[in-house]
């Protein structure tokens, strides 16, 4: 590798030194590096995914996990995207306590986001400090979501993603979120996919004073338009199940608090 760096603030996603002369790699699950695929290298997929089998950290969380010890209390708005009917815009449904009731959800619809607000800060302190829970089932029926944090309702900071599924996925069908870091969406109905806010530590808004890590009053949930058209924080298409309907896009079962401040 060159001498060059290329700094990207950082969830377990980061970007190797790169310079003109070699590729860029994503590191993913516990920063594996994982190269861009060679142009018509067939073995490339089997062999990546081998090493996230082997590697991937367990970044999921149980519903009455007792180290979640609050949960977001009020949907400070809501826009819904595409495709999703009101039978799935309950509000209310993303509030309290995570369970295992596939239809207590809110649907963002395709492309559509909410933000939540918390009865006590979220703070930044060791390990994780918030669990988002979807509904996925069966297990591998999964949507993904981005997700960020602000301190005044008006700036926010996202975390970084990284997406690795080689190609499109079809309406309604199955997938290995393995292949995916950064995301909301890739734990089973009943489990929450947890974030750890030092991970924003070299965010912009961080570094400008703008959010404060120590107190974080609110979180958007934001679906992602499964079609390739969001890209991840190295540019790579991120793909799931698209189109979807009814209960489309991304299912808000509930926002755990790991550490209040």
């Known amino acids: 590798m060159g001498d060059g760096t290329s700094v990207r603030r950082r969830l377990h996603v980061r970007e190797v030194d790169r310079a003109p002369s070699c590729e860029t790699a994503a590191f993913v699950a516990d920063y594996v590096v994982v190269p861009d695929a060679p142009d ?106 981005t997700v960020a944090v602000s301190t005044d309702g008006q700036t926010f900071a996202e975390f970084d993603t990284a997406s690795l599924t080689p190609k499109p996925v079809s309406t309604y069908a199955v997938m290995d979120s393995r292949l995916v870091d950064g995301l909301a969406g890739s734990a089973p109905l009943g489990f929450g996919v947890s974030f750890d806010l030092a991970g924003l530590s070299a965010h912009p808004a961080v570094v400008a004073g703008l959010i404060d890590l120590k107190a974080i009053h609110f979180v958007r949930i934001r679906d992602l338009v499964g079609d390739g058209r969001a890209v991840d924080s190295f540019g790579r298409p991120i793909w799931d199940p698209f189109p979807t309907y009814g209960s489309a896009g991304f299912d808000v079962d509930a926002i755990g608090v790991v550490r209040p401040q």
Do not use: M
């Open 40 to 145: 018509g290298d067939e073995t490339w997929g089997d062999a990546t995914l081998a090493v996230l089998r082997a590697t991937q950290i367990d970044n999921r969380l149980l519903a009455d996990d007792p180290r979640i010890i609050a949960w977001a209390v009020e949907v400070v708005s809501y826009l819904p995207g595409e495709r999703v009917d009101s039978t799935w815009q309950d509000e209310q449904a993303a509030l309290g306590p995570a369970g295992f009731d596939v239809y207590d959800i809110l649907s963002l619809g395709e492309g559509g986001e909410a933000v939540f607000a918390f009865v006590a800060p979220i703070s930044d302190g060791p390990g994780p400090d918030l669990a988002v829970f979807e509904n996925a089932v069966p297990d591998n029926f999964v949507e993904f979501a």
